[in-house]
């Protein structure tokens, strides 16, 4: 659906920058001819602007982003770019300098945001309790209930109904597998911002690197998996009320992807609690682990998702071994969590029945 503006509004908007006395001479789409109504350009046609304002002829050129390949898809890449190119033009000596940024709403009516130096969302409330807490009460006590049952069941066919809607789009999963390995908040990143911590630590975080390297080219082919996703599906964006009812917080990293993504964030976090209260997966923790894995594969079909699973796993241990954001953790489990994440890369697919053997490795 276009969101191109017409003439009328495009004069309207140039008046909010030039002055009352803005008018539109000639619009044209660079490298054509014609004076056409400006929604005819679509997305990624550059158009030269002719207007007056105060008694004088001036020109200046409207930028569109086409949607695609390249970082491209999504409405928020294309915002960042031209949000960048703002500031950046102009702090370049001899560079075209840029006017303004702006937005085109639903009703394409246009919105300057020339002057705008941070950016902010207001969302809804969420009222519940973090599912966090639930799995923070197991660890110190070792009991789970008929209620920690029913909310893990609730949240596995959560995941298994968002996840049956397809997308469409090759390349997207191509960069998603891409991102999960190199982008700033996710593999790569993390092993980064790791502090340094002797010889042991670094040629580990070097291997695990290198092992993700490989498993992106695994994966990438296997567009066929590209589906719906949260994103961050771990127990801090789940709110639950005093029952099964819950709502969900902080959706990241687009809205497709791989339905491992989801499924290794929340059952890592079985493990990593296992492993704070006993050093493995064990007791009422293993059941949750394993539950959810049977049910899931059950509803779905999807044991394909074994065979990718690994290098999800390995983002989430990255974020549970850091001794940044997890600074008292215990040395040994860090330990497991690093022979964890070494042991499902360097498998050929991740088998459930393994994860204690896993820690050993």
Not at 6 to 25: F, H, N, P
Not at 182 to 206: A, F, K, T
């Amino acid at each position: 659906m276009s969101r191109a503006i017409d003439t009328s509004e495009l004069q309207r908007y140039l008046k909010s920058l030039a002055g009352s006395s803005a008018r539109i001479v000639n619009q044209v789409p660079l490298g054509k001819s014609g004076n056409q109504d400006l929604k005819e350009y679509g997305y990624g046609t550059p158009v030269l602007i002719e207007y007056e304002a105060d008694g004088k002829h001036r020109k200046a050129v409207l930028h569109t982003i086409k949607p695609g390949p390249f970082g491209h898809e999504d409405m928020s890449d294309r915002a960042q770019s031209l949000l960048w190119e703002h500031g950046a033009f102009n702090r370049l000596p001899r560079h075209v300098k840029s006017i303004d940024v702006g937005a085109i709403r639903q009703n394409r009516t246009a919105v300057s945001l020339g002057d705008a130096e941070e950016f902010f969302s207001l969302t809804e409330y969420g009222e519940g309790s973090p599912y966090a807490e639930d799995l923070e009460r197991i660890r110190d006590t070792g009991k789970c209930s008929e209620l920690d049952l029913r909310r893990a069941e609730t949240l596995c066919d959560y995941l298994a109904g968002i996840h049956r809607e397809p997308g469409n789009a090759a390349g997207l999963y191509v960069r998603r597998i891409r991102e999960l390995v190199g982008h700033s908040e996710c593999i790569m990143g993390l092993v980064d911002s790791y502090p340094e911590m002797g010889g042991l630590w670094q040629r580990q975080l070097q291997d695990i690197e290198r092992l993700c390297i490989d498993w992106r080219w695994k994966l990438k082919s296997r567009v066929h998996r590209l589906r719906q996703v949260h994103g961050d599906f771990h127990p801090w964006n789940v709110l639950f009320d005093d029952e099964i009812d819950f709502c969900l917080l902080d959706r990241s990293r687009g809205e497709w992807g791989d339905p491992a993504d989801d499924v290794t964030c929340l059952t890592m976090n079985f493990i990593f609690f296992s492993l704070q209260r006993s050093g493995r997966l064990e007791g009422v923790f293993s059941d949750l682990f394993h539950a959810f894995w049977k049910r899931y594969l059950d509803k779905t079909g999807d044991t394909e998702m074994l065979e990718v699973a690994a290098p999800f796993f390995v983002f989430r241990g990255l974020v549970m071994a850091h001794p940044v954001w997890y600074p008292h953790l215990n040395d040994d489990v860090r330990k497991k969590l690093f022979s964890f994440m070494n042991a499902v890369l360097n498998s050929s697919a991740f088998e459930p029945l393994k994860v204690n053997q896993y820690f050993a490795s």
